[in-house]
T-cell receptor, first 113, second 109 residues
Framework: IAGITQAPTSQILAAGRRMTLRCTQD?????MYWYRQDLGLGLRLIHY???????GKGEVPDGYSVSRANTDDFPLTLASAVPSQTSVYFC????????????FGSGTRLTVV | GQNIDQPTEMTATEGAIVQINCTYQ??????LFWYQQHAGEAPTFLSY????GLEEKGRFSSFLSRSKGYSYLLLKELQMKDSASYLC??????????FGKGTSLLVTP
């Protein structure tokens, strides 16, 4: 089934631990994104990648890093998790604005304790 | 940067019509999107406007005025399943979308 797969679905993580959220798409979309969604704050862009081999910073990049080694995968890493990174994380990809903008993954609910 | 404003909450009655407004200020403009998001789920695409005017798609319509930095989403013949958050998003260049904080719509019997 074409789309975006995120893993894990949910995770409870001890503060200070390292964590990688996985995102894989099979639509051959060039652009991929990571957002976090918090109550009252909406979706905020963390990092993006316009094409394999390139990445850029979004609105809230601090504490996060990404890589884009190939078209399909766009992992998000928290080097040393803090409680303020408790959030729902969505990965998305896009190819053409006219065809609907983004395809979203189902999200990862992360709790940092 | 971008500033996108939409009401936090709205309530409407089943069968009625509701209009959700969105105003934006951007340094550039390459399109405006509306997404629907049910609780605990990912956002899903509703509409895309890049030119001024009204785009109609079944019970949902979206309007854009670029000169006024204004859009609205119109939902007709409201159903209980329309209770959700509605997200306005703008792209100023490339494909990255900047989202408003969303409008939570409650449809009552």
């Amino acid at each position: 089934i074409a789309g975006i797969t995120q893993a894990p679905t949910s995770q409870i993580l001890a503060a200070g631990r390292r964590m990688t959220l996985r995102c894989t798409q099979d639509m051959r979309h060039n652009a991929m994104y990571w957002y976090r969604q918090d109550l009252g704050l909406g979706l905020r862009l963390i990092h993006y990648s316009n094409t394999a081999g390139t990445t850029g910073k979004g609105e809230v990049p601090d504490g996060y890093s990404v890589s884009r080694a190939n078209t399909d995968d766009f992992p998000l890493t928290l080097a040393s998790a803090v409680p303020s990174q408790t959030s729902v994380y969505f990965c998305a990809s896009s190819d053409s604005l006219e065809t609907g903008g983004y395809t979203f993954g189902s999200g990862t609910r992360l709790t940092v304790v | 940067g971008q500033n996108i404003d939409q009401p936090t909450e709205m309530t409407a009655t089943e069968g009625a019509i509701v209009q959700i407004n969105c105003t934006y200020q951007t340094s550039g403009f390459n399109g405006l999107f509306w997404y629907q998001q049910h609780a605990g789920e990912a956002p899903t695409f509703l509409s895309y406007n890049v030119l001024d005017g009204l785009e109609e798609k079944g019970r949902f319509s979206s309007f854009l005025s670029r000169s006024k930095g204004y859009s609205y989403l119109l939902l007709k013949e409201l159903q209980m399943k329309d209770s959700a958050s509605y997200l306005c998003a703008v792209t100023d260049s490339g494909y990255a979308l900047n989202f408003g904080k969303g409008t939570s719509l409650l449809v009552t019997p």
